[in-house]
């Protein structure tokens, strides 16, 4: 009997069984906007339950074991949720519309959120998809040529940060640093970021946008939102990776052996020859030109190599009904182009949790640890690379005095210097090791529901930054030599910052929207630096004795230092949003800091307000069916820069002696050179609108902008101290038109494409400096820049040249080289023609002027995608024009008359009558006259990039045997074609001084994304 009591049991169970596999189906569907177009990462669920996923890159979705009577949820960040009955359908597609209320609230501005429709100053928003196609370190690289108004200026060396101006240069200082928010935290740099952790950046250009965070908002803002989890989302593990090769692009040409002999015998220089003839004597004689020593070295290719580079990302996302959670981990690494020990290696490990505690109570936690080792390149091997003559080999088993390698000396060959760069890349070990540590932790609850809310936030950020710079000896014979020694510093900075928020939102007669918001912060920033020196190092030949101790001890007298540094900031801001329909915009915040870093004005006060008009949201618009939208807004903001040394100064008394009459007298001349500084202060005033056309499918966002720097600090030189301090004595101003303009559309439901545009204009100009001079000068002697009203911050300041001497007659027709002459200048054919601008028939430093500046007049982007199917393809494009760069390595003859030049140089110089009217001689680049700065040696820095391309395609699980994932591959190219005319490797120089500049790579890599 129990025998047929348990057989019935198992019998009723496979029978419900049996109804259940027979009630629960495999639903599958793509999720589409109203356009057309596949929403990747749009939520699926299962109403009731925690069961869902996510859609793929193509919007398409697949859930088994669904119930066949349930319900799904679709929804969708920016798109209204859609309840779906499943009714035994196996095949649901949906196509979400677009909530207005919700897409507005994505936008991220300071401590809060607003409605994008109901901006009035400039944002710009970039998604994750845009971010993650630039293989870099850092993810702001991934702005250039996506923003209009946003400069970035690329680097070269593994793990270096690019340059960022947003809206030109507004300071003569160093403290050019933007501040970047991440999940609230300050930072001034975010190289410890993965690119593939980051939801959202969101760029505010303007001051209205800027001014809520006050003194550290100068150079402009940058908003990084990381990714979360969501609730009721079953755990999502997602694999995002790609390796590929760096390869340096645009190589410079340098002279061979035959143009170098070429160029020396044509100097006329018998040192030169000399050289030559006894690296003849040392090397032998070319067999194919007998004139020539049997050595052809280029130098470029000798110490450029391709390097690898690789980012491989694992994270694992979900939630349960009150919980989201996003936790991954990242590896990171780079090598350099210089073929010496230069990479650059990271790892990183984040969290995110998010905690309904009760109905009103929230709370979350969010780290980030960032391991990363850097070894920094000798730059110098590139400065060395450019001079070294080609007759000298890499090798030179003759130079017995070398060691540990037989490197080549060029002053076995009389030159003056070793030249060859090898020593310098392969005796020196720069390593830096960089951990940061990121936490925050925040509390919210509402204190009436839906109404007010109070958050509190506690921000920590400690980094630690370990420097060990290593010179291991070498002795490269003819008096050339080194011993070893050792620089260690120890960089440690923990900041930590306390915000305090209070926001209402409420909405009165259905039409009046209102949000409020006040707050709070503290700020304490500390840091302690220890660097000490030490030489002649003990077992120098193993890493384990690369420490001080095994210095030797009477090597550290005065190489031993320790520095440290405390600020604490208190700050108050309120923010007032105001709507009414949507339609008229009014929008203010004020700010009040303080800071312990000034002694003289420790408070500043930072007010905003903006005002927006939506013209299409008038009755009278109703039927005008041309603008689907269009806004009006104008903006004014005050903001301030607090990233610049502390007051400091000193009182000083000194005896003097002077003759008065006929007796000298003695006596004390007090001064006083105390900076008193205090926070620089821009202002800014912005008018801009927005337009989308044509269902939408055309957008233009347009801008025009003043923005000035009042109390930008300068040095001023005091006269009776015959000193220069700093003080906030001049007006920056940067002025321009920014326009961005972007169409999408439809060809079919399986194809569908996207074209976007942008251009800045930015005019740099120093408005007023208080200098009794009324210039600051800047750079060497030799190579002068300076800073005028009217004018650009640090421009290039020499000589026009109008073309070239071609023979004697032009010169005795000439007064101004007759003069020349006359004083002792010798002037050949071949020689630079000087514009004489005060026609005084003579050459002089009034005959100087603006050559031009390293700023960009004029940037500009664009972007193409296509999508057909499970094929993806974008390209993106950059450019600029407009800018100088000092070609200072070529400039620099004027130190070493008797190394190698540029295959340029050797090429167009002028070598008879009319073979060149704007390159001299060789003999000429040997004479002062010609060395003059002049715009011979600052060239035009225009180049137009193709960005990046990519190419993807996505295999379909459902294609595959079995439970398989979609796998989206990628082919990328980043700045495979760069077209410039500079001659350098590129033209991309933050500074516009190229002396010993890192090459800028093309990268090639493949990817491969796995969602499960």
Known sequence: MKIISKLLLISFLLFQGVLLAQNNITISGTVMDDRGQPLPGANVVLQGTTTGIQTDFDGNYRLENIPSDGTLVFSYIGFATQTVPINNRTV??????????????????????????????????????????????????????????????????????????????????????????????????????????????????????????????????????????????????????????????????????????????????????????????????????????????????????????????????????????????????????????????????????????????????????????????????????????????????????????????????????????????????????????????????????????????????????????????????????????????????????????????????????????????????????????????????????????????????????????????????????????????????????????????QWGYFPSVGAGWVISQEPFMENVGFFDFLKLRAAWGRLGNDNVPASAGANTISNETVDLGDSPNTGIIATSTYTDLTWEVVEELDFGFNMNILNNRLSLEADYYIRDTEDAIMPVYIPIANQTVSRNSGVIRNSGVEVALNWSDEISPDFTYTIGANFTTVKNEAIEIEDESGYIDSGSAEFRQRTMVGEPLYAFYGYETTGVYQNQAQIDADPVAQNAIADGQDIQPGYLIFNDRNGDDAITDEDRTVLGSFLPKITYGGNIGLNYKDFGFSMNFYGQTGNKILNRKRGEIIFTNDTNMDADLAKNRWHGEGTSNSYPSSAGLRDSWNQKLSNFWVEDGDFFRIQNIQLAYTLRGEKLKGNMPDIKFTLTAERPLTIFSYNGFNPEVSDGVDRQTYPVPAIYTIGVNVKL
Request: avoid cysteine; glycine fraction near 6%; charged fraction near 20%.
């Open 92 to 601: 649901i597609d949906l196509t979400l519309q677009e909530d207005t209320q919700s897409l507005d609230e994505v936008v991220i501005v300071g401590y809060g959120t607003q409605k994008k429709a109901d901006l009035t100053g400039s944002i710009v928003s970039l998604d994750a998809e845009q971010i993650e196609k630039t293989p870099s370190a850092n993810p702001v690289q991934s702005l250039q040529g996506k923003v209009a108004g946003v400069q970035i200026v690329s680097p070269g060396s593994p793990g270096a940060s690019p340059t960022v101006r947003i809206r030109g240069l507004g300071t003569y200082s160093d403290a050019t640093n933007l501040l970047y928010v991440v999940d609230g935290m300050f930072y001034s740099n975010i190289d410890f970021l993965n690119p593939n952790d980051i939801k959202s950046m969101n760029v505010l250009k303007d001051a209205s946008s800027s001014a809520i965070y006050g003194v550290r908002a100068a150079n402009g803002v940058i908003i990084i939102e990381t990714k979360s989890g969501g609730k009721n989302r079953k755990p999502t593990i997602e694999y995002n990776g790609y390796t590929g090769v760096q390869r340096a692009q645009n190589v410079l040409k340098m002279a061979n052996a035959e143009q170098f002999v070429t160029m020396a015998v044509e100097s006329g220089s018998d040192a030169d020859v000399q050289f030559i003839l006894n690296a003849m004597q040392r090397y032998g004689r070319s067999r194919i030109n007998p004139n020539v020593p049997d050595v052809n070295t280029d130098w470029y290719d000798e110490i450029i190599r391709d390097g690898l580079i690789q980012n491989h990302s694992l994270s694992v996302t979900g939630g349960t009904d009150n919980v989201s959670y996003s936790l991954g981990t990242n590896y990171f690494s780079q090598e350099g182009l210089l073929d010496m020990k230069n990479e650059y290696e990271r790892f990183n490990i984040r969290s995110k949790l998010d905690v309904d505690v009760t109905d009103n109570l929230r709370m979350g936690v969010n780290t980030v640890f960032s391991n990363a080792t850097q070894y920094s390149p000798e730059n110098s091997a590139w400065f060395k690379a450019y001079f070294a003559v080609p007759i000298l080999p890499v090798y030179d088993e003759l130079n017995t005095e070398a060691t540990p390698t037989r490197y080549a000396n060029a002053q076995a060959l009389g030159y003056r210097g070793t030249q060859n760069p090898f020593p310098d890349m392969d005796y020196n070990d720069n390593r830096l090791k960089i951990r940061k540590l990121l936490a925050n932790i925040y509390l919210e609850t509402d204190l009436i529901k839906d109404k007010l809310t109070f958050k509190t936030t506690y921000n920590v950020d400690f980094s630690a930054l370990e420097e060990r710079y290593v010179n291991l000896p070498y002795n490269m014979g003819y008096g050339d030599e080194r011993i070893s020694s050792i620089n260690r510093q120890q960089n440690n900075y923990y900041n930590q910052i306390w915000d305090n928020i209070l926001t209402y939102n409420d909405t009165y007669a259905e039409d009046h929207n209102v949000t409020i918001m006040a707050g709070a912060s503290f700020r304490d920033e500390a840091a302690n630096k220890f660097e000490a020196t030490g030489s002649d190092i003990a077992g120098i030949d193993y890493e384990t004795s690369w420490y001080l101790d095994f210095a030797d001890p009477l090597s550290f007298n005065n190489n031993v230092g320790e520095e440290n540094s405390r600020i604490y900031g208190q700050s108050y801001f309120s923010r007032v949003s105001y709507n009414y329909k949507s339609r008229y915009l009014l929008y203010g915040t004020f700010r009040a800091d303080r800071s312990s870093k000034f002694t003289k004005e």
